[in-house]
């Protein structure tokens, strides 16, 4: 019989999942079924996004990617769009002193030249006030694309061939990695050891398609803004369960 409490007991710290990705997804639903507004979703999932970013930090997680805004999400109604490029402003305000005190770093991972001027500055203020620190870095995919992410590589790597930087015989898959996005991440914590997605959608939706390769999925009905500490937890130990061979045996 499934038992959650002692299944929590099990919770094994020597394996918290060095970087995690999570697909913060439902938030409009999760609105809806409270008869509210969309963006009254994503406010909630900005609390959510915070506790969980708590969490992951005292728990030792090294780097946490949380898929924001894809470049896909541009056809939403404008008001909508407008709304979720105004949540880093309220994030620097409201969430940035919080995290600045737990150590977390701020950094980001898209196309960030098409995002609004405000929007940009105020996750470089974030990304600049906690630059020193060395705890759990919260990268934001931002007007992220994955397949975008990879095109653009390639034409930097064509670029560089052209140059006579190095031979086309010269690139490796350490060489592609250089090129991604995720570059400015730590070495050994570049791709997502577990990808969490919310709200029961079973897609990657062009998130870190590169990066991960061999991470494990954890996928549940949960609505973004409902998930928490304790939700966090429940994957982690569900990822523990995991026996992860990377092609081996
Ligand atoms: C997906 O739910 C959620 C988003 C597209 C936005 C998520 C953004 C945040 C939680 C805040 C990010 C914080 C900063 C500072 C940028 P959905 O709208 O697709 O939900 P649905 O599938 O139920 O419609």
Redesign the pocket.
């Known amino acids: 019989m499934f038992n959650f409490k002692r299944k929590k007991k099990i919770l094994n710290l020597e394996h918290i999942p060095h970087h995690i990705g999570i697909i913060?997804?439902?938030?409009?639903?999760?609105a809806?079924k409270r008869m509210q507004p969309?963006v009254f979703?994503?406010k909630a999932?900005?609390d959510?996004?915070q506790n969980v970013t708590i969490k992951a930090s005292d728990l030792g997680v090294k780097v946490l990617t949380?898929y924001?805004?894809?470049t896909e999400?541009w056809s939403r109604p404008e008001d909508e769009v407008k709304f979720?490029m105004n949540?880093?402003v309220?994030?620097f305000d409201k969430y940035v002193p919080e995290l600045h005190r737990n150590n977390v770093r701020v950094q980001m991972i898209g196309e960030l030249n098409r995002l609004p001027k405000e929007t940009l500055s105020a996750?470089e203020r974030a990304i600049e006030k906690t630059k020193h620190n060395s705890g759990l870095v919260l990268n934001?995919a931002?007007n992220y694309g994955g397949r975008s992410e990879i095109t653009s590589a390639i034409k930097l790597i064509a670029q560089d061939v052209l140059e006579a930087r190095f031979n086309p015989g010269d690139i490796d898959e350490d060489l592609v990695a250089n090129y991604l996005m995720t570059n400015h991440l730590p070495y050994l914590y570049r791709d997502p050891d577990l990808v969490i997605r919310t709200?029961g959608?079973l897609r990657l939706s062009n998130f870190l398609p590169w990066q991960t390769a061999y991470s494990e999925f954890y996928f549940t009905d949960v609505?973004?803004p409902d998930f928490n500490a304790e939700e966090l937890e429940k994957a982690i130990s569900d990822f523990n369960q995991r026996h992860r061979r990377f092609g081996g045996v």
């Open positions: 913060m997804d439902g938030n409009g639903r999760w809806k969309r979703g994503h999932g900005m959510a996004l949380v924001a805004f894809s999400n979720i949540l880093p309220e994030f996750l934001f931002l709200s959608e609505l973004w």
